[in-house]
């Protein structure tokens, strides 16, 4: 079965989706800078069966100094046809946390010339337990039409993450060295007690770097785990079918594999005007 994006499904019914900017307003006095974003988003999705589901997400990100304080409540109701509410609930999540060069060494560069044990090593070229460009061995490979220098095939890591359901390993298309690692959850992860997100102070303690807002309307965070490679934690509204995650990748093997897909097509292209001439010669010879 060809496996496609694995942000896209299929929804049953319909499904309609607006985004609307409530307010958005800044003010910077001396070196502090307090911003503040808010927005909703409202879904409809009609079932199989006629009941109606309708979410909406409200988020709010405010941002004082080096601490950024987000909040996000969504609410939930299901409907049967007739327009009778079966049922409604409501969630709601809200972390505060420095952002910046504070309380943490970020790792070695890659050359930087400083040494480090194995065990840190570990902790740069590695994640879900794959190992960036070690080849990765399997017969499911698939290709997927968001990455097309890049063929994928799931996986069960040795330990799973709570909450998540899919692992995925996208490796180069020739030499299936390992690229990218996701690990997708289809429901939002539960943050646990306490201020921030729980998978944040993971990420930061297993990789001893800090996270970096990506987006103000939505909780999405960029860790740099050093030698040019990233971990991206979309910790609730991802794209697609998935609520949560947690995606982990090396640039370097992206052009390595971009490299490949090229030599790929040129082997292609090579082989088909191969056999066109001799389709040719064939035919001026029974001529």
């Given amino acids: 079965m060809k496996m496609t994006n694995i942000g896209k499904a299929a929804a049953a019914g319909s499904f309609i989706a607006m985004t609307a900017v409530v307010g958005i307003f800044a003010a910077a006095v001396g070196e502090r800078r307090d ?27 405010t941002t004082n100094g080096n601490m950024v304080t987000e909040r996000r409540r969504e609410t939930r109701t299901n409907t049967d046809v007739d327009g009778n509410i079966l049922e409604t609930s409501t969630s709601e999540y809200a972390q505060s946390y420095p952002v910046g060069e504070v309380g943490l060494t970020p790792p070695a560069s890659c050359d930087s010339g400083e ?25 499911n490979f ?20 709570a909450g998540f359901d899919d692992y995925f390993v996208y490796v180069t298309p020739k030499t299936h060295k390992v690229v990218k690692v996701y690990a997708c959850a289809k429901e939002a992860v539960d943050p646990g007690a306490g201020g921030r997100h729980y998978l944040i102070e993971a990420l930061e ?34 794209p697609g079918r998935y609520e949560t995650v947690l995606v982990a990748w090396d640039d ?3 052009t390595l594999a971009a490299d490949e897909t090229a030599e790929i097509r040129r082997e292609a292209r090579k082989a088909a005007a191969e056999k066109r001439r001799a389709r040719v010669d064939d035919a001026a010879d029974a001529f």
């Fill in 35 to 61: 911003v503040s974003s808010r927005s909703s988003e409202s879904s409809v999705t009609t079932n199989d069966n006629g009941s109606v589901s309708r979410v909406f997400t409200e988020s709010t990100v």
């Fill in 142 to 161: 698939v290709s997927d039409t968001s990455e097309p220098t890049l063929l994928c095939a799931g996986f069960k890591p040795k330990k799973a993450l």
């Fill in 252 to 254: 370097a093997l992206l």
């Fill in 115 to 139: 040494s480090r044990d194995d065990d840190d090593r570990k902790t740069e070229d590695s994640f879900l337990g794959l190992k960036f460009g070690e080849i990765y061995e399997s017969t």
């Fill in 205 to 238: 303690k297993r990789y001893n770097t800090w996270a970096r807002l990506r987006d103000f309307f939505r909780p999405v965070y960029t860790f740099y785990i050093g030698c040019g490679r990233y971990v991206t934690a979309f910790l609730a509204g991802a």
